[in-house]
């Protein structure tokens, strides 16, 4: 029998850094699900395609096709019409859409079948804005992982200077802030904790530490 782990949280939270590692670590298989609304969300872009109801999005939808894959090392591949995107999807502009799109109720219902599917056959460690409420609502373990804007904010800076990115750290931040407002008031599936999920605040943490902890977490309650 698969075990699902839904670990949610807001943008720059480190979900996709720390849920990679402690699927690693416990051997189970890590799936990042805001690289598919990102995926989606750079369709529409090359597309010149609006991130709201409507025909054109609904043909665009319905002609492009989204996989998640990986590699020789383990490592996931995003890929869009084929093509590896998996770098692409990564800078503010990726982000800012992926977060417009995913408030899409079309988008959702193309991308939540994909996700349930994979937790139905593998243990999974998945993260993203609704796993816990929405995706996977009986995920046997659920995390909320967060912390202050301020920190989110200065390692999402940090991680795209280190990739050599033009970037102000101030408007790094208002984009952190304006992704929560975006994710924590869309009328769909809106980002909040679970009832049952237990909180994670990794303000103080390193990297490192923060991993430990959701390690620890899923072992207690293993």
């Given amino acids: 029998m698969s075990i699902a782990i839904a670990i949610d949280g807001p943008a720059g939270?480190?979900?996709s850094t720390i849920s990679k590692?402690?699927?690693?670590?416990?051997?189970?298989i890590y799936i990042d699900t805001g690289a598919l609304y990102r995926t989606v969300g750079l369709a529409a872009t090359r597309r010149g395609v609006e991130p709201s109801e409507?025909?054109?999005?609904?043909?665009m939808l319905s002609s492009i096709s989204v996989e998640l894959t990986f590699n020789e090392k383990g490592e996931?591949?995003?890929?869009?019409?084929?093509?590896?995107?998996?770098?692409?999807?990564?800078?503010?502009?990726?982000?800012?859409?992926?977060?417009?799109?995913s408030a899409v109720p079309a988008v959702r219902a193309y991308l939540l079948d994909l996700q349930r599917d994979m937790a139905k056959t593998?243990?999974?460690?998945?993260?993203?804005?609704?796993?816990?409420?929405?995706?996977?609502?009986?995920a046997?373990?659920?995390?909320?992982?967060?912390?202050?804007?301020?920190?989110?904010?200065?390692?999402?800076?940090?991680?795209?200077?280190?990739?050599?990115?033009?970037?102000?750290y101030e408007d790094v931040l208002d984009d952190v802030k304006t992704r929560d407002y975006n994710d924590m008031n869309r009328d769909i599936a809106p980002l909040k904790q679970a009832d049952d999920a237990v909180l994670a605040d990794t303000t103080e943490l390193d990297l490192q530490g923060s991993i430990d902890l959701i390690v620890s977490i899923i072992k207690e309650r293993s």
């Fill in 21 to 28: 590692a402690a699927a690693k670590q416990l051997g189970f």
């Fill in 140 to 168: 046997e373990i659920k995390i909320f992982l967060t912390a202050a804007p301020e920190a989110r904010a200065e390692r999402r800076y940090k991680e795209l200077i280190e990739k050599g990115m033009d970037v102000k």
């Fill in 13 to 15: 939270a480190g979900k």
């Fill in 76 to 101: 996931q591949v995003v890929l869009l019409d084929g093509e590896d995107v998996s770098g692409s999807i990564r800078t503010p502009e990726a982000s800012m859409m992926a977060s417009k799109i």
């Fill in 54 to 59: 409507g025909k054109e999005l609904d043909d």
């Fill in 122 to 138: 593998n243990n999974v460690i998945m993260d993203g804005r609704d796993i816990g409420t929405v995706v996977l609502p009986n």
